[in-house]
């Protein structure tokens, strides 16, 4: 199985600070990855796919980069809304495997 | 708009069986392949199990943890989207999430999720 390892677990930032999530994957994945947003009580809400590209309706300040092993989501300018958790997960292979997720804080 | 709507949860014992469902509208369900994610509380997410769609003859996989005593199953004309659980253990105590998965490069990865449905795996 692919495992996912996401870091921070957890952040704790100022509003319109810039966020940086990384997740790296055990094996190489190419750009098979995507990003949720899950907010308390929520299910999960897609926001990028192919590791770099944008669900529809996804504000431009979401962005994703990498490729094979390593990947990262940045928040351009962090707002109260973005308040949330962040988890990544690989569709490379099956077992298809999520990393352990970043719960992100306003400071 | 797209809809994705759990239900079925509940309490049960363990070694018991339970049935949830997932109603779906606002797409074209019967294109897309179904999956079940789950969530034990306070947990990361932890997919369950996928049923492609009808072009890939509704075939299906299913994480480790669950091969053998989770069944997905689908109804296209209901637009319908079903898990199958019998022999439940503790461990599988959870909120499961249905999610929708689509393809644009070749790859299906998840687009649209639903709420979730709580499942409590207890004595």
């Known amino acids: 199985d692919i495992q996912m390892t996401q870091s921070p677990s957890s952040l704790s930032a100022s509003v319109g600070d810039r966020v940086t999530i990384t997740c790296r994957a055990s094996q190489g994945i190419r750009n098979s990855l995507a990003w949720f947003q899950q907010k308390p009580g929520k299910g999960p809400k897609s926001l990028i796919y192919d590791a770099s590209t944008l669900q529809r309706g996804v504000p431009s300040k979401f962005s994703g980069s990498g490729s094979g092993t390593d990947f990262t989501l940045t928040i351009s300018s962090l707002q109260p809304e973005d308040i949330a958790t962040y988890h990544c997960?690989?569709?490379?292979?099956?077992?298809?495997?999520f990393g352990g997720g970043t719960k992100v804080e306003i400071k | 708009e797209v809809q994705l709507v759990e239900s079925g949860g509940g309490l049960v014992q363990p070694g018991g069986c339970l049935r949830l469902?997932?109603?779906?509208?606002?797409?074209?369900?019967?294109?897309?392949?179904m999956d079940w994610v789950r969530q034990a509380p306070g947990k990361g997410l932890e997919w369950v199990g996928r049923?492609?769609?009808?072009?890939?003859?509704?075939?299906?996989e299913y994480a480790a943890s669950v091969k053998d005593r989770f069944i997905i199953s689908r109804d296209d004309s209901k637009n319908a989207l079903y898990l199958q659980m019998s022999s439940l253990r503790t461990e599988d105590t959870a909120m499961y999430f249905c999610a929708s998965a689509m393809d644009r490069s070749g790859n299906w990865f998840f687009d649209h999720w639903g709420q979730g449905t709580l499942v409590t795996v207890s004595a």
């Open positions: 469902s997932c109603a779906a509208s606002g797409f074209a369900f019967s294109d897309y392949h």
């Open positions: 049923i492609r769609n009808k072009g890939r003859s509704h075939t299906t």
């Open positions: 997960q690989q569709y490379e292979s099956y077992p298809l495997t």
